[in-house]
């Protein structure tokens, strides 16, 4: 009976202790969230518009909306990326891959099709490339913010077979809603991902800010965790 015992006694332990650690963001998590908060200037609201990349003519302007926000499910944490009017991009959604310390940018275009982008950050300039199985052409995407935060601007650009160097194709140009050039200023700091908050959100009477409608979301899950978080981090 005492042999009995001692195993249901251990049999508990171990699920407890998984548990605790099914709850334990992952280090690959951790990390992942410190990467993509590199690229937090990119979260807001963007009025932009589009057009040739140093081709003249040969693509028609036109006038998108940007959206950036972050995704928490569980230990996928990913900066999402939607596109109102655009012409050559719908959605988008931007991890960091611990084991390739890559950023993966997978883009939607308007028919449906999902193109998967890999790069690095480096001097603030995010440069990510694919190749392309159909044409064995070599695409680029290189993202950036400008003017502290007040500017964002994606272009495309791509490397014909046996080519080594790239030609633009498109660039959209936004400027953050509510802004203009020179006036950007950071007041309040995002409860959640550290960034710039813009949207008020209250627990037991404290007032606290973030920057999109995910970590409103990750807040009302855990507002407990993230408060914690937040004031320790404040303390150091």
């Not at 951790?30 to 993509?36: F, I, P, V, W």
């Not at 959605?91 to 611990?98: F, P, Q």
């Not at 392309?132 to 052409?137: A, I, L, Y």
């Amino acid at each position: 009976m005492k042999h009995l015992a001692w195993i249901a006694i251990l049999s508990f332990t171990a699920a407890f202790s998984g548990m605790a650690l099914a709850h334990r963001p992952s280090l690959d998590a951790e990390e992942s969230k410190e990467a993509l908060q590199q690229l937090q200037e990119f979260v807001g609201k963007w009025k932009a518009s589009g057009g040739p990349d140093g081709k003249k003519g040969s693509i028609p302007l036109w006038s998108e909306t940007i959206e950036w926000g972050w995704k928490f499910k569980g230990d996928d944490v990913a900066l999402v990326m939607k596109v109102s009017g655009g012409k050559f991009v719908t959605t988008g959604e931007m991890r960091y891959l611990s084991e390739k310390k890559r950023y993966e940018l997978t883009l939607t275009e308007p028919k449906g099709e999902k193109k998967i982008f890999l790069g690095q950050l480096k001097n603030e300039v995010l440069t990510l490339e694919r190749l392309d199985k159909k044409t064995n052409e070599r695409q680029q995407i290189v993202m950036n913010t400008a003017a502290e935060g007040v500017r964002f601007l994606y272009r495309f650009k791509k490397a014909e077979e046996g080519r080594t160097l790239f030609s633009g194709v498109y660039l959209v140009q936004a400027t953050r809603e509510g802004e203009s050039l020179g006036a950007a200023q950071k007041k309040n700091e995002c409860v959640v991902s550290g960034g710039a908050g813009t949207t008020p959100v209250s627990y037991k009477g404290e007032t606290f800010y973030v920057c999109c409608s995910g970590c409103a979301d990750a807040f009302r899950e855990n507002p407990e965790k993230y408060i914690a978080e937040f004031k320790a981090k404040k303390k150091k």
